[in-house]
């Protein structure tokens, strides 16, 4: 059965998404490594010469297709709960939502503000405002939301692996 990590920018779905395969002896899969490797550009490069929407008709496509990987650890991208479609199809597995303050999630995804173009010249201010208008579509989604706040990687795939071990 494949674990699906969401959250926003900066939560870091990927850092944990590469130890949990690891620990629990799992592939990873990163969707938006995908999505690169799909197009063979970066995602910055995607939204420059597709356009956004053409990046999340992609995205839902590949989420669409981890049914075929299994025993997968999935890193999504943070938008991935954007589209109605890609909610439902994640209500349907088991999803962990990685939150954190606004703050810190903030300057970490802002250390790759190149390499995010949606992050280009954004505020904390306009940060927040997507971080709320996406954060009860992040818990409609997930089967455990993760306070990861002063929580190191290995503490929070921890928490997963023990909720994988007793919860399913």
Same mark, same amino acid.
């Given at each position: 059965?494949?674990?699906?990590?969401?959250?926003?920018?900066?939560?870091?779905?990927?850092?944990?998404?590469?130890?949990? !395969?690891?620990?629990?002896?799992?592939?990873?899969?990163?969707?938006?490594?995908?999505?690169?490797?799909?197009?063979?550009?970066?995602?910055?490069?995607?939204?420059?010469?597709?356009?956004?929407?053409?990046?999340?008709?992609?995205?839902?496509?590949?989420?669409?297709?981890?049914?075929?990987?299994?025993?997968?650890?999935?890193?999504?991208?943070?938008?991935?709960?954007?589209?109605?479609?890609?909610?439902?199809?994640?209500?349907?597995?088991?999803?962990?939502?990685?939150?954190?303050?606004?703050?810190?999630?903030?300057?970490?995804?802002?250390?790759?503000?190149?390499?995010?173009?949606?992050?280009?010249?954004?505020?904390?201010?306009?940060?927040?405002?997507?971080?709320?208008?996406?954060?009860?579509?992040?818990?409609?989604?997930?089967?455990?939301?993760?306070?990861?706040?002063?929580? !190191?990687?290995?503490?929070?795939?921890?928490?997963?692996?023990?909720?994988?071990?007793?919860?399913?």
């Amino acid at each position: 059965m494949n674990i699906f990590l969401i959250g926003m920018m900066g939560s870091g779905k990927t850092s944990v998404g590469q130890l949990l !395969s690891k620990y629990l002896n799992n592939t990873f899969y990163d969707l938006d490594t995908g999505i690169e490797k799909r197009f063979n550009l970066t995602i910055k490069e995607i939204f420059n010469e597709f356009g956004e929407k053409k990046f999340r008709e992609v995205e839902s496509s590949m989420l669409q297709e981890t049914n075929n990987l299994e025993n997968c650890i999935i890193s999504t991208g943070g938008g991935i709960v954007i589209r109605d479609s890609n909610r439902e199809f994640l209500k349907e597995r088991r999803v962990y939502f990685l939150n954190n303050s606004i703050k810190i999630l903030y300057d970490r995804a802002t250390k790759k503000r190149e390499q995010r173009p949606l992050l280009k010249d954004i505020t904390l201010n306009e940060f927040s405002t997507i971080y709320e208008n996406r954060m009860n579509l992040y818990q409609e989604c997930a089967n455990i939301t993760l306070n990861t706040e002063n929580k !190191s990687i290995y503490e929070i795939v921890e928490e997963i692996s023990n909720h994988e071990k007793f919860s399913f």
